[in-house]
């Protein structure tokens, strides 16, 4: 005859499992609170703003390379442009200076997103006009309509940090 195999003899995390379980059927959250607790971690504020601050370099130089992007398909273009290509192309290049500028501005933490500029304007809605006119102005240069395009990928970035900031509520 053969003789099966023994069951395995139980791990203590079985056995956590199994009391957990046992708590959980019994109505007893304290247990099921505290392992729960211990899953998740805690949010580290200094590493979340480590992050914040590297995704604004991030922008910041994805900003100056759509900048560079735009210089180059200038430059390597053989057509004659238009008074209003020539327009776009130096609008657009000085907003994207102006972009650049500000979230460098952000990175090193001399001004935030949420710094008002005038009234109810602040740095980010001022971004988002700039951006605006640069893409508009970007879809003026003939060459090629990828770097006025490009720029949204940096203000995205910025979007989403801006909604990840917590606004104080006004007081009446």
């Not at 979340?48 to 130089?61: F, G, H, K, N």
């Not at 001022?126 to 990828?146: A, F, H, K, R, Y």
Request: hydrophobic residues 45%.
């Amino acid at each position: 005859m053969t003789r099966s195999d023994p069951e395995p003899e139980p791990t203590a995390a079985a056995d956590a499992a199994v009391e957990a379980e046992a708590a959980r059927d019994s109505g007893d959250s304290g247990a099921t609170r505290e392992s729960a607790d211990e899953a998740e971690p805690t949010p580290d504020p200094e590493k979340a703003e480590r992050t914040v601050e590297r995704l604004m370099w991030s922008s910041a130089w994805l900003t100056v390379l759509v900048g560079v992007f735009l210089v180059v398909g200038i430059a390597r273009s053989d057509s004659d442009y238009s008074a209003y290509a020539w327009l776009g192309a130096v609008v657009a290049f000085l907003g994207l200076l102006a972009l650049a500028a500000t979230y460098f501005a952000c990175a090193r933490k001399r001004i935030t997103l949420r710094t008002r500029l005038r009234g109810p304007i602040d740095v980010f809605k001022g971004s988002t006009v700039v951006m605006v006119i640069v893409v508009i102005c970007g879809l003026l240069v003939p060459t090629d309509n990828t770097p006025a395009l490009a720029v949204l990928l940096p203000w995205a970035v910025t979007y989403w940090l801006y909604g990840l900031e917590k606004t104080e509520a006004p007081t009446p």
